[in-house]
Structures are given as C-alpha cells and as structure tokens.
C-alpha cells in the first residue's frame, strides 16, 4: 500500500479570521492596537456577541463599531462576520446537543447528592433557532 505524500503547508486552509488590522492614525497604548484587534477577533469567534468580545478586551462596543465603519476597514469586517457567524454556530450546536440528547444535573437534599435528573432543553434550542444575528450597523450619513 503506498504512503500518501506529507500535505504541504501550501495545501491548507487559510484562516477565516485572518485580516488586515485597521490602519490608525495615532496608535494610543489603550486604544484599538493590532493586538487587541486580533483579540476581538477571536473573542468575538468564542463568544458571539460583539459587547461582550469588546469588554474581554477592555474596549466598548461603540468604539469596536466605530472602528468597523472607519475607512479602510473593509478586512477587518469581514473578518468580524465571520467571527459572529462562527459565535453563532457554536451556541446553536451545543443548543441542539442538549436538546437532542438532553443535560444531566445532581439533586441534592440536605447537602448530599441524593440523584440526578436527566431533562431535555427544548426551550434553549427555541430560543437558538429564533435568535437573530446582530445585524451590521450601517453608517449614517447626514
């Protein structure tokens, strides 16, 4: 049986949250640097909702929109939406694990575990499949 050649690093997948960080003016040690774009990046790809991958690196969620509307930005929204959808892939699997084949707990009574209650999550997988994504903003121009 003959061995398949090594892949080549040329061969795999680019990353889908690979891009240009935005271009700032003046960089400020406290403000929106390569490496805490990056890091909303992969938060955003971890968490799904743009406040909370915003406060993990210590920045608000206007500012991140604000640094998603600037011009040359276009990279870094992208990347963005595909960190959302990504956010939004991962809570509605883990809803529909539970839903499908349900959660465990332990009861307890008088501070021992006494059991366990298996139940499945229906209401979690509604609510998944009702959510809307956070649309995009769009810039308002006057």
Do not use: C
């Amino acid at each position: 049986m003959a061995e398949s050649p090594p892949a080549s690093p040329e061969a795999e997948e680019p990353d889908p949250l690979a891009f240009t960080p935005v271009a700032l003016d003046r960089v400020r040690h406290n403000g929106w640097t390569e490496r805490r774009q990056r890091d909303f990046i992969a938060a955003l790809a971890v968490m799904g909702t743009v406040l909370r991958a915003a406060r993990a690196v210590g920045m608000t969620k206007q500012s991140a929109y604000n640094l998603r509307d600037r011009p040359g930005a276009e990279s870094f929204a992208a990347a963005w939406d595909v960190a959302l959808q990504m956010g939004y892939d991962d809570a509605f699997g883990q809803a529909m694990e539970r839903a499908i084949h349900g959660i465990t707990s332990p009861r307890f009574y008088r501070g021992k575990q006494v059991g366990t209650r298996h139940r499945f999550d229906y209401r979690l997988a509604l609510a998944v499949l009702n959510a809307r994504r956070e649309p995009p903003r769009k810039k308002v121009t006057q």
